[in-house]
């Protein structure tokens, strides 16, 4: 029998605050006032009264949940237009009587979108277009062809987007229960019978280089363990990438705008994401330890690793083995997503347009293009040595939604912002 999405007792108590918050259930969904669910924007606070916090509830946007995890209810709410949704789930249904065993929504949602989506290379093709013909609602298109992520939505395939948005959507929906819980009654830290104030990340010392990772919040949890160890697992890279032909690298940059781009996109296409910026402060020591390649465009190797890393291809012997004597790459973020280097003959037609690039301006008003930059750990030895070096007070997970607020105790860290 399908899970329900809300406890009666949640629903009463929602009631309880105000019966406007929710709606009576009707065709397998209700309506929730968003600011049920939402982590408050960076402009607002916990720290007032409860009667602030009340107003904050009183949210006019509402959002349409699914009263039971497996039904087409719940699969709209994952991403998928009312038709294709119950499309999915009849389908759903009938491989399930077929198997004589139950199936998973989300795997079951992830291998339609795959199947679907996969034909999106690059610029040229109407991602759109796509989109619309897999059922992908218009909200999430709308994300996708906006004019401010034009460039950061290149850096990876259609289907990884979809992939990160389908499993944010569905962590959403697993936790609702909890999180509406959380926001109904908060637990505030007390300091003194006073409310703890949020805390920044301290300042990173002389001789650190500080770097950026922007995740959602499940892939955070686990990061930073209560007795000070560090385990980097769950943000290593799922497919190949610039420098890594092969899953499993660990890719940070030392330029904010680049993480908070990435992450934008996810919020616009979920409204329900709650993000994480991992913030590490490296020693310049270890970057020398571990034999760190720095590269740039003009670098012939670079355009090779990035021509043979996109297309999962094995690479020439000898970049092979000059490869193999380092622990890190440094260098320039690809603009475009693997599928397209698929359509080039030769490593020499990747160009500075294939960087990922923002306008920005100088004091005199000029404006110019900074490049995005990344650096990755490229070997399992060479994570473990980081995580060490990381152990000593190094790694921090902040809130971007608060300001970058640090998370003071990341082991407690809830999918709710509750400051």
């Known amino acids: 029998m399908s899970e329900p999405i809300l406890l009666a007792d949640t629903i009463q108590r929602i009631k309880n605050r105000n019966s406007s918050l929710i709606s009576p259930e009707q065709n397998g969904s209700r309506k929730l006032s968003l600011g049920l669910l939402s982590p408050p924007s960076s402009s607002s606070s916990r720290s007032s009264s409860s009667a602030s916090a009340s107003v904050a509830f009183e949210s006019t946007r509402y959002i349409t949940v699914p009263t039971d995890l497996e039904s087409p209810a719940a699969f709209e709410f994952l991403g998928f237009t009312t038709e294709r949704a119950l499309h999915l789930y009849e389908r759903m249904r009938e491989k399930e009587f077929e198997a004589k065993a139950s199936i998973d929504i989300i795997s079951f949602a992830r291998q339609w979108m795959r199947h679907s989506c996969d034909s999106a290379l690059d610029s040229t093709d109407d991602w759109s277009l796509i989109m619309t013909n897999a ?37 959403a929906l697993v936790n609702m229960n909890e999180r509406i819980l959380e926001q109904l009654d908060p637990t505030p ?77 996810i919020e616009d296409a ?58 890190v790459i440094s260098g320039p973020v690809a603009h475009n997503h693997n599928l397209h280097y698929g359509k080039m003959k030769d490593w020499n037609e990747i160009t500075e347009k294939h960087l990922l690039q923002e306008a920005d301006g100088n004091q005199e008003g000029e404006s110019y293009l900074k490049v995005a930059m990344q650096h990755v750990w490229i070997r399992e030895e060479v994570i473990e040595q980081l995580e060490e070096v990381l152990k000593d007070n190094k790694i921090f997970v902040t809130k971007p939604s608060r300001g970058f607020k640090l998370v003071p105790q990341p082991w407690n860290d809830a999918s709710v912002k509750d400051e």
Not at 156 to 170: F, G, K, M, V
Request: net charge positive.
């Open 189 to 265: 830290k007390l300091r003194g019978g006073m409310l703890e104030p949020a805390q920044e990340v301290p300042e990173a010392p002389g001789g650190t280089l500080r770097l950026f990772k922007s995740v959602e919040f499940n892939r955070s949890v686990g990061c930073i363990i209560q007795d000070g160890s560090v385990d980097l697992g769950r943000l290593r890279s799922q497919s190949q990438t610039d420098f890594c032909r092969l899953a499993g690298g660990l890719y940070f940059t030392h330029q904010r705008w680049v993480a908070i781009h990435y992450s934008r996109l």
């Open 270 to 327: 979920c409204p329900l994401a709650d993000r994480r910026t991992i913030e590490i402060h490296v020693p310049l020591e270890h970057f020398r330890a571990v034999n760190t390649w720095e590269l740039n465009f003009e670098n012939p190797e670079y355009k090779q690793l990035v021509f043979y890393s996109r297309r999962n291809e094995r690479y020439p012997r000898e970049l092979s083995k000059r490869r193999a004597g380092y622990g």
């Open 135 to 171: 059922g992908i609602n218009s909200h999430i298109r709308d994300a996708f062809i906006a004019p401010e992520h034009q460039k950061i939505r290149l850096i990876q395939p259609l289907t990884h987007w979809l992939t990160e948005i389908l499993e944010t959507n569905y962590n």
